[in-house]
Protein backbone atom coordinates (compact mmCIF):
# COMPACT_ATOMS: atom_id res chain seq x y z
CA UNK A 1 0.00 0.00 0.00
CA UNK A 2 1.37 3.33 -0.44
CA UNK A 3 -0.20 6.80 -0.52
CA UNK A 4 1.56 10.13 -1.03
CA UNK A 5 0.93 13.10 1.43
CA UNK A 6 1.89 16.98 1.44
CA UNK A 7 2.94 18.22 4.47
CA UNK A 8 0.62 19.38 6.77
CA UNK A 9 -1.77 16.63 5.55
CA UNK A 10 -2.67 14.25 8.30
CA UNK A 11 -3.97 11.02 6.26
CA UNK A 12 -5.53 7.75 7.27
CA UNK A 13 -4.22 4.06 6.58
CA UNK A 14 -6.54 1.98 6.46
CA UNK A 15 -6.11 -1.68 7.54
CA UNK A 16 -8.83 -4.48 6.59
CA UNK A 17 -8.96 -8.04 7.06
CA UNK A 18 -10.68 -10.88 5.53
CA UNK A 19 -14.79 -11.53 5.74
CA UNK A 20 -14.17 -14.50 7.35
CA UNK A 21 -13.40 -13.09 10.64
CA UNK A 22 -16.00 -10.76 11.22
CA UNK A 23 -17.08 -13.02 13.91
CA UNK A 24 -14.01 -13.09 15.47
CA UNK A 25 -11.83 -10.21 17.98
CA UNK A 26 -8.57 -9.50 15.91
CA UNK A 27 -5.81 -7.37 17.86
CA UNK A 28 -2.74 -6.19 15.48
CA UNK A 29 0.20 -4.62 16.82
CA UNK A 30 1.38 -1.68 14.91
CA UNK A 31 4.30 0.86 14.76
CA UNK A 32 5.77 2.72 11.94
CA UNK A 33 9.04 2.69 10.52
CA UNK A 34 11.36 5.34 9.41
CA UNK A 35 13.23 5.75 6.18
CA UNK A 36 15.30 8.87 5.66
CA UNK A 37 13.66 11.27 8.63
CA UNK A 38 12.71 10.46 12.36
CA UNK A 39 9.60 10.45 13.69
CA UNK A 40 8.78 13.66 15.06
CA UNK A 41 10.95 15.50 12.61
CA UNK A 42 9.04 14.99 9.67
CA UNK A 43 5.49 13.29 10.93
CA UNK A 44 4.52 12.00 14.01
CA UNK A 45 5.63 8.58 15.15
CA UNK A 46 2.54 6.18 15.76
CA UNK A 47 2.14 2.53 17.68
CA UNK A 48 -0.28 0.78 19.08
CA UNK A 49 -2.87 -2.03 18.59
CA UNK A 50 -5.60 -2.05 16.35
CA UNK A 51 -8.78 -4.22 17.54
CA UNK A 52 -11.48 -5.31 15.47
CA UNK A 53 -14.51 -6.21 16.72
CA UNK A 54 -17.01 -8.94 15.41
CA UNK A 55 -18.80 -7.45 12.06
CA UNK A 56 -15.96 -4.98 11.95
CA UNK A 57 -13.30 -4.78 8.68
CA UNK A 58 -11.60 -1.96 8.48
CA UNK A 59 -9.44 0.50 10.71
CA UNK A 60 -8.13 3.59 10.31
CA UNK A 61 -4.68 4.62 11.29
CA UNK A 62 -4.18 8.43 11.60
CA UNK A 63 -0.32 9.54 11.01
CA UNK A 64 0.52 13.49 11.26
CA UNK A 65 2.86 15.17 8.72
CA UNK A 66 4.35 17.82 10.07
CA UNK A 67 4.49 21.20 7.81
CA UNK A 68 8.09 22.27 7.92
CA UNK A 69 9.96 24.99 5.86
CA UNK A 70 12.42 22.69 4.91
CA UNK A 71 13.65 22.33 1.37
CA UNK A 72 13.70 18.67 1.38
CA UNK A 73 13.40 15.76 -1.59
CA UNK A 74 10.41 13.50 -1.09
CA UNK A 75 10.68 11.34 1.77
CA UNK A 76 8.90 8.52 2.56
CA UNK A 77 8.32 6.05 6.14
CA UNK A 78 6.26 2.68 6.39
CA UNK A 79 3.63 1.38 9.09
CA UNK A 80 3.98 -2.08 9.73
CA UNK A 81 1.42 -4.53 10.85
CA UNK A 82 2.84 -7.53 13.45
CA UNK A 83 1.40 -10.31 15.59
CA UNK A 84 -2.40 -11.04 14.69
CA UNK A 85 -4.08 -12.42 17.24
CA UNK A 86 -5.42 -16.35 16.97
CA UNK A 87 -7.88 -17.05 13.97
CA UNK A 88 -6.14 -13.85 12.05
CA UNK A 89 -3.33 -13.60 9.50
CA UNK A 90 -1.32 -10.73 7.36
CA UNK A 91 -1.55 -10.45 3.91
CA UNK A 92 0.28 -7.48 3.70
CA UNK A 93 1.54 -6.00 6.65
CA UNK A 94 3.40 -2.51 5.48
CA UNK A 95 1.71 0.27 3.98
CA UNK A 96 3.96 3.23 2.63
CA UNK A 97 3.49 6.67 3.26
CA UNK A 98 5.81 9.13 0.53
CA UNK A 99 5.84 12.86 2.13
CA UNK A 100 5.54 14.66 -1.14
CA UNK A 101 7.77 17.88 -2.35
CA UNK A 102 6.02 21.09 -1.53
CA UNK A 103 9.37 23.39 -0.88
CA UNK A 104 11.59 24.93 -3.04
CA UNK A 105 14.96 26.50 -4.31
CA UNK A 106 16.14 28.19 -6.86
CA UNK A 107 19.31 28.47 -8.61
CA UNK A 108 20.90 31.63 -10.09
CA UNK A 109 24.05 33.02 -11.39
CA UNK A 110 25.44 36.56 -11.79
CA UNK A 111 27.07 38.72 -13.95
CA UNK A 112 30.24 39.81 -13.80
CA UNK A 113 31.97 42.97 -15.34
CA UNK A 114 36.23 42.97 -15.03
CA UNK A 115 39.31 44.71 -16.54
CA UNK A 116 40.95 42.32 -18.43
CA UNK A 117 44.16 42.76 -16.31
CA UNK A 118 42.24 41.50 -13.26
CA UNK A 119 43.02 37.77 -14.12
CA UNK A 120 39.78 36.16 -12.81
CA UNK A 121 36.16 36.77 -13.10
CA UNK A 122 34.51 35.00 -10.48
CA UNK A 123 30.99 34.25 -10.92
CA UNK A 124 28.47 33.16 -8.29
CA UNK A 125 26.07 30.50 -8.18
CA UNK A 126 23.51 31.25 -5.22
CA UNK A 127 20.28 29.55 -3.98
CA UNK A 128 17.46 31.58 -2.85
CA UNK A 129 16.80 29.38 0.38
CA UNK A 130 19.36 26.62 1.71
CA UNK A 131 18.51 22.84 0.96
CA UNK A 132 19.39 19.68 3.55
CA UNK A 133 21.00 18.03 0.49
CA UNK A 134 23.55 18.42 -2.10
CA UNK A 135 22.92 20.19 -5.40
CA UNK A 136 24.89 19.54 -8.55
CA UNK A 137 24.75 21.20 -12.16
CA UNK A 138 26.96 21.70 -15.07
CA UNK A 139 28.85 24.40 -16.24
CA UNK A 140 30.75 25.58 -19.28
CA UNK A 141 31.54 29.08 -21.40
CA UNK A 142 30.63 30.17 -24.71
CA UNK A 143 31.79 32.70 -26.79
CA UNK A 144 30.47 36.31 -27.30
CA UNK A 145 32.62 39.10 -28.62
CA UNK A 146 35.33 37.62 -26.20
CA UNK A 147 37.09 34.69 -27.81
CA UNK A 148 38.50 31.55 -25.23
CA UNK A 149 41.74 31.79 -26.04
CA UNK A 150 43.08 35.00 -26.52
CA UNK A 151 40.76 36.69 -23.66
CA UNK A 152 39.79 33.93 -21.75
CA UNK A 153 40.20 30.68 -20.80
CA UNK A 154 37.63 28.33 -21.53
CA UNK A 155 35.95 26.62 -18.39
CA UNK A 156 33.79 23.84 -17.92
CA UNK A 157 32.60 20.75 -15.36
CA UNK A 158 30.76 20.14 -12.61
CA UNK A 159 30.17 22.53 -9.77
CA UNK A 160 28.34 21.54 -6.10
CA UNK A 161 26.48 23.35 -3.49
CA UNK A 162 26.96 21.74 -0.12
CA UNK A 163 23.49 20.89 2.00
CA UNK A 164 23.10 23.90 4.35
CA UNK A 165 25.31 26.25 1.57
CA UNK A 166 23.58 29.03 -0.18
CA UNK A 167 26.59 29.56 -2.60
CA UNK A 168 29.27 28.39 -4.78
CA UNK A 169 32.22 30.52 -6.56
CA UNK A 170 32.86 29.74 -10.24
CA UNK A 171 35.97 31.25 -11.49
CA UNK A 172 37.35 31.96 -15.00
CA UNK A 173 40.52 33.20 -15.92
CA UNK A 174 40.60 36.35 -17.78
CA UNK A 175 43.45 36.84 -20.76
CA UNK A 176 45.52 40.50 -21.06
CA UNK A 177 46.11 40.56 -24.58
CA UNK A 178 48.32 43.85 -25.57
CA UNK A 179 46.16 44.81 -28.48
CA UNK A 180 43.81 47.62 -27.72
CA UNK A 181 40.05 46.17 -27.89
CA UNK A 182 36.64 46.98 -27.43
CA UNK A 183 34.56 45.47 -24.28
CA UNK A 184 34.18 42.11 -25.01
CA UNK A 185 31.65 39.38 -23.78
CA UNK A 186 31.45 36.00 -22.95
CA UNK A 187 28.72 33.91 -21.18
CA UNK A 188 28.89 30.86 -18.68
CA UNK A 189 25.82 28.44 -19.10
CA UNK A 190 24.14 26.30 -16.20
CA UNK A 191 22.47 23.01 -16.94
CA UNK A 192 21.95 19.37 -16.28
CA UNK A 193 20.54 20.53 -12.42
CA UNK A 194 19.72 17.81 -9.66
CA UNK A 195 18.47 16.17 -7.87
CA UNK A 196 15.62 15.73 -9.64
CA UNK A 197 11.88 15.91 -8.13
CA UNK A 198 10.92 19.52 -7.94
CA UNK A 199 12.89 20.47 -5.18
CA UNK A 200 15.47 22.63 -6.84
CA UNK A 201 14.71 24.67 -10.36
CA UNK A 202 16.70 27.42 -12.10
CA UNK A 203 15.87 30.87 -11.53
CA UNK A 204 18.79 32.09 -13.90
CA UNK A 205 21.08 29.79 -15.79
CA UNK A 206 23.35 32.66 -17.73
CA UNK A 207 25.51 34.92 -16.29
CA UNK A 208 26.99 37.59 -18.87
CA UNK A 209 31.10 38.06 -18.23
CA UNK A 210 31.78 41.75 -19.44
CA UNK A 211 35.40 42.05 -20.32
CA UNK A 212 36.68 45.76 -20.60
CA UNK A 213 39.85 46.91 -22.08
CA UNK A 214 42.73 48.06 -20.15
CA UNK A 215 45.00 49.45 -23.00
CA UNK A 216 46.11 52.90 -23.03
CA UNK A 217 44.66 55.05 -25.77
CA UNK A 218 46.84 57.87 -27.16
CA UNK A 219 45.04 60.73 -29.12
CA UNK A 220 46.54 63.49 -31.26
Not at 106 to 129: P, W
Not at 159 to 176: E, K, Y
Amino acid sequence: MTWPLRRGECRVQRVSHRAALHRQQCDRPLRHRRRHRSGGADYGAASGTLTFNAGESVKSVNVAVIDDTKVELAEDFFMNLSSPSAYAQISDNQGRCEIAVDDMTSVAINDVTVDESAGTAVFTVTLDREADFVISMDYATEDGDATAGSDYTFTGGNLLIAAGDTSAPMPVTILNPIDREPTETFFVNLSNLGPGGGAVVFAKREGIGTINDNEVRLTS
